[in-house]
């Protein structure tokens, strides 16, 4: 019994700028990939091409690189980290206790996601750890939909209609995603019958002044596609930061020894020192560890393409139109053939050239953010939020992994750790800068 499907596999950089960039229009996502996302992201930014897809990027991109969300994304960041992050991390100190470092970072992300999508605050990092049923829906979701890109598409919805195996709990997963996100529409379109929204800066409001015409379902599309972008890539990113960084002390000495050039810090009320996000921006050597850790670890570790008209890469292969091409991100970021023989090893220097500065690495050989005209537009935004978080955890606390506690990949469209992250954590001694 043939499936019928074609797969092209490739991590080879001239392949991916061709794919991604050269020869863009016959490399879309297909309607084989829009079959997949279509129950979890419907009609969003993500799940479509074409005019839709540009439409839709156009109006993003106005929203997000405006300079007031911009401002907001800095403000949101350092103030959950502020206020709800290290208290958390201060608590877990105080106890000495172990506990899913992973965990935390995407409860942190989730509500840093949904603030800045939709203006609201779950409040997932409370000492507590309420349960949020919005996660375990969404993690479960992401590994189905890895598998479905494996599975002839004729036997995994067949298996949604008669509702049996893994698509029966995809289902119920993705009605608790809806019933969080159209709560929350309902509530954004209520504040702005009442009080009204002008001075909401959360992208939901935005196309809320904007047209309020856009349908819930659209909404919904938008919506669902910005948190589980945000929360998803970013809270596996600092995972994995943090575990090579476990693994790697010098590294954490040298950025601390740059951190401690930083002037514009706040001090909590419980001692703790946090960071000025524009002033982060300056820092070479922790930019160079979160690329680095990137490039290891990178949080969607897939990318998969359709063919439209039959084509030769660079490398030689010829596909055809209905093939797939899987692009394995993490694969081409440890190759020999592209990053060295010390391809395997975390080495931020890498990124720092002789003269002390930030070294260019082109898009299409460092594709954690995609390349070409579908490149991530969240990208500053993600590099903003995972350099705010690491620099304060960094400064504030020592992190020791438990020993003999097994950390690997889950099979997942992200890249999270299958056992979580557990950890210890200690209180730093901060010597507060004298100015």
């Avoid at 992201?41 to 007031?68: C, E, H």
Wanted: contains cysteine.
């Amino acid at each position: 019994m043939s499936s019928n499907m074609r797969f092209f596999f490739t991590c080879d950089p001239a392949n991916v700028r061709h794919i991604f960039t050269s020869n863009f229009a016959n490399y879309p996502k297909g309607p084989g990939f829009t079959e997949i996302f279509d129950d979890a992201l419907g009609g969003g930014i993500f799940n479509v091409d074409g005019d839709s897809w540009r439409r839709q990027r156009a109006k993003t991109q106005l929203l997000m690189y405006s300079p007031r969300f911009q401002a907001f994304v800095s403000r949101c960041s350092s103030d959950k980290v502020e206020n709800a992050l290290l208290p958390l991390l201060s608590h877990f100190a105080g106890t000495g206790e172990k506990f899913n470092l992973q965990d935390v970072f995407m409860r942190l992300t989730f509500d840093m996601s949904t603030m800045l999508a939709s203006g609201e605050d779950p409040g997932c990092l409370a000492i507590s750890l309420p349960k949020v049923p919005f996660v375990r829906a969404a993690d479960y979701t992401t590994r189905v939909l890895l598998v479905r890109h494996f599975i002839p598409l004729s036997l995994w919805k067949l298996a949604r209609r008669l509702g049996i195996g893994f698509e029966r709990r995809m289902a119920e997963a993705l009605h608790t995603i809806n019933q969080f996100i159209y709560e929350t529409i309902v509530k954004r379109r209520a504040k702005k019958a009442d009080e009204g929204i002008e001075d909401s800066e959360d992208l939901l409001s935005s196309y809320l002044k904007d047209d309020d015409k856009n349908t819930d379902s659209f909404l919904r599309d938008t919506t669902i596609t910005l948190i589980s972008a945000g929360r998803d890539t970013i809270g596996s990113a600092l995972s994995w930061f943090f575990y090579l960084l476990t693994k790697n002390p010098h590294v954490v000495s040298k950025i601390l020894e740059e951190l401690d050039c930083v002037e514009s810090t706040t001090t909590t009320p419980d001692g703790m020192v946090t960071f000025d996000p524009d002033e982060l921006k300056s820092l070479v050597y922790l930019h160079a560890s979160v690329c680095e850790s990137l490039r290891l670890y990178p949080p969607l570790p897939l990318e998969h393409k359709g063919v439209v008209a039959a084509d030769v890469m660079p490398s030689g292969h010829k596909v055809r139109p209905g093939d797939k091409i899987l692009v394995s991100i993490y694969a081409m970021g440890r190759m020999e053939s592209v990053w060295g023989r010390d391809s395997g090893e975390f080495r931020p220097e890498r990124w720092i050239s002789e003269d002390g500065k930030l070294r260019y690495v082109p898009s299409y050989k460092f594709t954690p953010f995609i390349t070409g005209p579908r490149t991530c537009l969240g990208k500053d935004m993600a590099l903003v939020q995972l350099k705010v978080v690491a620099a304060a955890v960094v400064k504030n606390f020592q992190i020791e992994a438990v020993p003999g506690h097994i950390v690997e990949p889950k099979l997942s469209m992200v890249l999270h750790m299958k056992n979580g992250f557990m950890v210890r954590v200690k209180r730093r001694q901060v010597l507060n800068n004298v100015n």
